[in-house]
């Protein structure tokens, strides 16, 4: 069982950073794929960002490539988003998700978090 909390998430401005992070509970962390969806109001939730077990891996939505990175620690059993550049139609509820291999769809999930609002200005 793996239980995820996200943090960081909040109000900024189109332009700025924001780094979210999410939490795992568990001594399996490093054995699954950890994946960033988001979903916005009256929208299907969609594939973010994925990054690999051990990190070697990262696969991005285009909408988000060049301006958004992945990363994980293992030893703090913790999966990042760096959010670059934002933009206001990146606000959403951003969720993570752990699966046993990169997954960019839903269904391969096997746990997820509760999510974090992240909310963009203009």
């Known amino acids: 069982q793996v239980q995820l909390l996200e943090s960081g998430g909040g109000l900024v401005q189109a332009g700025d950073s924001l780094r979210l992070s999410c939490a795992a509970s568990?001594?399996?962390?490093?054995?699954?794929?950890m994946t960033w969806f988001r979903q916005a109001p009256g929208k299907e939730r969609q594939f973010v960002a994925a990054?690999?077990?051990?990190?070697?891996?990262?696969h991005y939505a285009a909408s988000v490539q060049g301006r958004f990175a992945i990363s994980r620690d293992n030893a703090k059993n913790t999966v990042y988003l760096q959010m670059n550049s934002p933009k206001p139609e990146d606000t959403a509820v951003y969720y993570c998700?752990?699966?046993?291999?990169?997954?960019?769809?839903?269904?391969?999930?096997?746990?997820w978090g509760q999510g974090t609002q992240v909310t963009v200005s203009s």
């Open positions: 568990g001594r399996t962390f490093s054995n699954y794929a």
């Open positions: 998700a752990a699966s046993p291999g990169v997954t960019t769809q839903s269904m391969g999930v096997k746990f």
């Open positions: 990054v690999s077990w051990s990190g070697g891996i990262t």
